[in-house]
């Protein structure tokens, strides 16, 4: 097979992702755009162009509300699954294997492979941060987009306050409105709903060649398993 | 990485950026027209909508303006935009606008709080 091919081809999960993920941002501007300006005409302000509204407060705030309930599911889903499981659920590890595991079953220190990433070698802090590495992002990820989702909110709401004749509020009073935990509790929500169907849902149907999955024909008692 | 930096420092801009000054000219424009007696200038400071819905059937915006006898409003104390409104905040009077393509156009004046509610304008759209 011709190289870039390959390429392609070893890399098109998170091609096609990429792709999907942009398209939906840009049909989200676009939408987000035409009903936004639907809302100047009723209130008499002029209507905005589409590179005006992608740099508003309207746009950043409903991107970045999306944005931090996916990676606080995410963290979620990788963090108490280290510690809880499910019996039956590919998702889970087997019950009995709560916690951080062994350093011989994670492969670390000097139980490390031959091709394992050096920082699995290495010891302390570092080992530490590794270790912890993809949950640590998540979660960092998580607290910035919903910093950026309360800056973004603040100004969408005391814009939409100050349009219908009332004084804007400042953020320590936007973190704690109904307008923000609406924002926010309605995607933690449905992330929730979407992980534990997920959880629950794999134990008895399947999906054949999926590595969500278990293979077609394994027990639904089969923990840990995927096609 | 790139992309979500440039979505978080997007939002922190869409957050933050905001141009009081102009608001606050429009606004000291639009109560020196008043206290000079120059209804026909502060109508032209006024928003479309805002312009339309303030004379009476046969009385132009200058004429229904006068008869309110709005209050001069004082100097510039406070001034608040968030996207393209804004609150101007006069030492005996409270101004709302909005900006257009062609500036900052007042869209309430005469405002007093009511707690909890929006504002009553002898003057809005």
């Known amino acids: 097979m011709v190289a870039p091919v390959r390429r392609f081809k070893d890399n098109a999960l998170s091609l096609v992702f990429l792709v999907m993920f942009l398209l939906s941002l840009a049909g989200q501007a676009l939408a987000g755009m035409l009903d936004y300006n639907e809302r100047q005409l009723v209130r008499g302000g002029d209507p905005v162009s589409f590179g005006r509204y992608v740099f508003s407060s309207d746009y950043a705030a409903n991107v970045a509300e999306n944005w931090q309930s996916e990676y606080l599911q995410f963290f979620l889903f990788i963090m108490v699954t280290v510690w809880v499981v499910q019996r039956g659920s590919p998702e889970s590890k087997e019950p009995g294997q709560e916690g951080a595991e062994s350093d011989e079953r994670q492969l670390v220190g000097r139980h490390a492979a031959p091709d394992s990433p050096a920082c699995a070698r290495a010891k302390g802090a570092r080992l530490w ?15 910035l987009s919903w910093g950026a989702q309360s800056v973004a909110g603040q100004s ?72 | ?37 120059q209804a026909e200038v502060a109508c032209g400071l006024l928003a479309r909508k805002t312009a339309e819905k303030l004379p009476g059937p046969g009385q132009s915006c200058a004429a229904a303006l006068r008869e309110l006898r709005l209050r001069a409003g004082g100097p510039v104390t406070e001034v608040s935009v968030w996207g393209d409104e804004a609150q101007v905040r006069l030492e005996d009077d409270t101004l709302f606008l909005r900006h257009f393509g062609d500036g900052w156009r007042v869209v309430a004046a005469g405002c007093v709080p009511v707690r909890d509610l929006p504002y009553e304008c002898e003057v809005e759209s």
């Open chain 1, 156 to 227: 969408s709401y005391n814009s939409e306050r100050l349009a219908d004749l009332r004084d804007p509020v400042g953020w320590g009073a936007y973190v704690t409105s109904p307008d923000f935990w609406n924002r926010s509790l309605q995607n933690w929500q449905s992330e929730l709903l979407a992980v534990l169907s997920m959880v629950v849902l794999s134990i008895y149907l399947r999906q054949r060649g999926s590595p969500e999955s278990k293979p077609v024909g394994a027990p639904h008692s089969a923990t840990g398993v995927q096609g």
């Open chain 2, 1 to 37: 990485m790139r992309l979500l930096a440039g979505v978080l420092l997007t939002a922190l801009a869409a957050g933050c950026a905001a141009d009081t000054a102009g608001a606050a000219r429009a606004a000291e424009r639009f109560t020196a027209a008043l206290a000079a007696g």
């Open chain 1, 129 to 143: 941060l590794f270790s912890n590495s993809l949950g640590l992002v998540m979660g960092l990820i998580f607290l």
